[in-house]
C-alpha cells in the first residue's frame, strides 16, 4: 500500500515540471503513488511527464476532457488516491529534500487528520527568496483542529493553502471534502472545512515544500473578476459551514476570526482594481454591498481614539507594508491625510509599486519627520517593531489586526 499520495495538477508547466518531479524523485524511504492530471495543457508538460515514467514507476498521468481549472484537477487526482495519506504539490513547486518519510512517520505514529509543515519561497531559479511568510514562528502541540486554527491566527501562522497541510486520506474521504470546482481561491473554503472537522491535528518544522513565486502563479493573475468572485463562493461556502456545525464560543470565535481573513482578501483585491479602473459584474457588487463586506472599512476599526488623534495632527505619515492589510488602511488614510511613503522591510518579496506609489526600504532617515503607520499582520508586527527598537524608532502607529 501507498503511504502518501502527491496530486500534482497541471497546466503549461513545461518550464517548471521537471524540477518539481525531480525533487520527487529525490525523496527516500517512503512509498509514494505520485499523480499528475494535466488539465489540457497547450505545452509540453504533458510529454515530459510521460519521459519520467520511465525514471519514476509510481508515476500515474491522467487527462481531463478539456481544461476544467486547478479545483476540478485535484478533485480528479483525490479519485485516483490510494495512499495513506494525500499531499498537494503543484507543478511549479518542488518538495522540500527527502521531508516526506519524517511526515508520514509522525502523522502515522500520532494517528493525524491533518498534518501541517513550514514552507520556503523561491524563485522561477530556485533561489530561497528572504520571506519567511510561509514559515511559522511558533511550536504547536498536537490539537483538535479548531484549537489550532485558533493558535494559528492568534499567532499570525495561518496558511491557507492546499499545499501547505498532509491529509489523512481516510478523514477526506468519510467527510466528503473537496474542492468548489470552477472558482479561484478554492483553497480558502477547503482548508476551513478540514480544519474544523479534524480531531488531531500536528504541526511540524520541517521546511517540506517550496513555493515558487513567479508571474505566471494564479495569485499574480490579472482575471481579478474572476479571483475575486471565487473568494466570494468560497466565503458563502464558509458562512454555510459555520451554520451547520456545533456553536460552541470556541467555533464562533474561531470561524468570525477566518472570515474577517477572508473578506480581507475580497477587500484588498477589490479596492487595489477599482483604484486602476477596474470593473466587476453586477452581481460580484450586489454581493459585496449586501454582506456589508466592507462594514468595518473605518478609523475606529483600525485606530483607538488616541492613535487616531495622533495621526491627523500631522500633514502626513507614512504607511509601512504592502498586503492586504495596507491596501485596507491606504484609503482611510487618504480621507485623513497625506501619505509620504511607502516602507517594507529589506529583502521581503513585496511589490515594486503599490497603488501607482513606488515601494521604499525602510529608512529612519526618511522617516523622521511624519509618523509610521504599521499595516502588517501579528507575526510581522513584531518584526518590525524589533526593527524599529533596533533603530531608536518610536514614532509609529500599529493598526488593529484582531
Known amino acids: 500500500m501507498y503511504q502518501i499520495s502527491l496530486i500534482i495538477p497541471v497546466y503549461n508547466v513545461e518550464k517548471y515540471i521537471g524540477r518539481c518531479l525531480d525533487s520527487v524523485y529525490a525523496q527516500k524511504n517512503v512509498k509514494l503513488q505520485v499523480i499528475c492530471v494535466d488539465d489540457c495543457s497547450k505545452d509540453c508538460s504533458k510529454e515530459i511527464i510521460v519521459k519520467y515514467k520511465d525514471k519514476i514507476p509510481y508515476l500515474e498521468l491522467y487527462e481531463n476532457d478539456r481544461n476544467r481549472g486547478l479545483a476540478y484537477t485535484r478533485n480528479a487526482g483525490m479519485e485516483k488516491v490510494e495512499g495513506e495519506y494525500t499531499f498537494f504539490l503543484d507543478s511549479d513547486d518542488c518538495l522540500g529534500e527527502n521531508c516526506l518519510n519524517g511526515l508520514y512517520i509522525y502523522a502515522k505514529e500520532n494517528n ?44 499570525g501562522d495561518l496558511v491557507r493553502t492546499a499545499w501547505g497541510t498532509m491529509y489523512r486520506t481516510a478523514f477526506l474521504k468519510e467527510q466528503g471534502i473537496a474542492f468548489i470546482n470552477g472558482i479561484y481561491h478554492e483553497d480558502l473554503p477547503f482548508t476551513f472545512e478540514a480544519m474544523i472537522k479534524a480531531k488531531r491535528v500536528g504541526c511540524r518544522d520541517d521546511m517540506a515544500y517550496q513555493y515558487r513565486q513567479h508571474e505566471k502563479s ?28 456545533g456553536h460552541t464560543e470556541n467555533f464562533m470565535e474561531v470561524s468570525e476570526k477566518y472570515l474577517e481573513g477572508v473578506r480581507n482578501l475580497i477587500v484588498g483585491e477589490y479596492l ?131
Open 272 to 402: 487595489e482594481q477599482k483604484m486602476i479602473g477596474g470593473e466587476f459584474s453586477k452581481s460580484t457588487e450586489d454581493y459585496i454591498l449586501e454582506e456589508q463586506i466592507f462594514e468595518k472599512e473605518n478609523a475606529e476599526y483600525y485606530f483607538s481614539e488616541e492613535d487616531y488623534k495622533k495621526i491627523v495632527q500631522y500633514p502626513a505619515v507614512s504607511l509601512y507594508g504592502a498586503g492586504y492589510i495596507a491596501k485596507r488602511v491606504y484609503w482611510i488614510l487618504k480621507e485623513l491625510t497625506n501619505i509620504e511613503y511607502i516602507f517594507v522591510t529589506k529583502g521581503k518579496s513585496a511589490p515594486e509599486y503599490f497603488f501607482g506609489r513606488k515601494v521604499l526600504e525602510w529608512d529612519k532617515g526618511l522617516a523622521k519627520q511624519y509618523p509610521i503607520i504599521v499595516a502588517v499582520t501579528r507575526k510581522y508586527q513584531r518584526e518590525v517593531m524589533d526593527v524599529f527598537s533596533a533603530a531608536g524608532f518610536t514614532n509609529y502607529v500599529l493598526v488593529n489586526v484582531d
Open 112 to 155: 493525524l487528520d491533518a498534518l501541517t509543515y513550514n514552507s520556503v519561497k523561491i524563485s522561477e531559479n530556485d533561489i530561497k527568496l528572504d520571506d519567511d511568510f510561509y514559515i511559522r514562528g511558533c511550536s504547536y502541540e498536537i490539537a483538535d483542529g479548531i484549537q489550532m486554527l485558533k493558535e494559528f491566527m492568534e499567532n
Open 218 to 245: 494564479i495569485t499574480h493573475s490579472q482575471n481579478y473578476e474572476k479571483l475575486i468572485a471565487g473568494a466570494i463562493e468560497g466565503y458563502k461556502k464558509i458562512k454555510r459551514l459555520i451554520q451547520v456545525t
